[in-house]
């Protein structure tokens, strides 16, 4: 399995970055997750990079077991790493209120999994079409699927940041699971915080699928992304893959 990969993060116009990304890429499998801090500055920063630490440490002993029963095995995978991110905050007292979103992508030679909770999204790609996207848990999706507001209104909605799901070491919510056919040649994924995708446009994330595109065109689009928000730009995380 080849791939191509770039990711970048940025405060955007806030004064800390809560968003937190981590990857594993090697011959066997690819594994990326983005997560999206909520809680206040410190323990939203915490939440979000103790849970993709978590995903991580437990990636070796779970990733060897996939194949037994994908969906299941991902999905205690991500049970496991709770459990890591409640340890690494210890005794700190933010630690019940601190929440995070989070997008997880699996890949290898026989399937697609993902995971997702709260509104950071994944999106797959080809170069003629987004194929799907996550569905975020969020009271602006409900309002989408209920025919209410478009896609392009979403991310300025008055209730964009009214989430249904989040992570948390209370586990009150888990993540959604889902299994697709594997990834085919030419084929994007995108990864990303609510930040990156709530002022881009559906022609501008087709474009990060075109085959020229890559590092400098991931790049623009977030920027842009930032400049539209008129200086309340919210964090801007992304990761990009491509299967070559």
């Known amino acids: 399995m080849a791939f191509e990969f770039y990711q970048l ?4 116009d806030r004064e800390s970055n809560q968003d937190y990304m981590a990857h594993i890429i090697n011959d066997d499998y690819a594994l990326l997750v983005v997560a999206d801090g909520l809680g206040g500055y410190s323990a939203g920063e915490k939440a979000s ?3 993709c630490q978590g995903l991580l440490a437990t990636a070796e002993s779970y990733s060897k077991r996939i194949q037994e029963n994908p969906v299941a095995t991902f999905a205690a995978w991500l049970d496991a790493a709770i459990d890591e991110m409640k340890l690494l905050f210890q005794d700190d007292k933010v630690a019940g209120k601190a929440h995070t979103t989070c997008v997880c992508l699996f890949i290898d030679s026989r399937r697609v999994l993902t995971a997702h909770c709260g509104d950071s999204r994944i999106y797959r790609m080809n170069p003629k079409e987004i194929l799907w996207r996550s569905q975020d848990h969020s009271i602006p999706q409900q309002l989408l699927n209920a025919g209410k507001i478009s896609e392009e209104e979403m991310g300025q909605h ?10 948390n070491i209370l586990k009150k919510h888990q993540p959604e699971i889902r299994e697709y056919p594997a990834l085919q040649k030419g084929e994007t994924f995108l990864l990303c915080t609510d930040g990156f995708w709530e002022n881009v ?5 087709l474009q990060l699928a075109q085959p020229a595109s890559g590092k400098t065109v991931l790049g623009k689009v977030a920027q842009l992304t930032v400049l539209r928000a008129l200086g309340r730009s919210d964090n801007v ?5 491509r299967c070559l």
Do not use: H, Y
Request: aromatic share 12%.
């Open 9 to 12: 993060t940025s405060a955007g």
């Open 49 to 51: 990079r103790f849970f």
């Open 158 to 167: 008055p209730d964009q940041n009214q989430l249904t799901r989040s992570i």
């Open 201 to 205: 446009k559906q022609t501008e994330l």
């Open 237 to 241: 995380t992304v990761q990009w893959l």
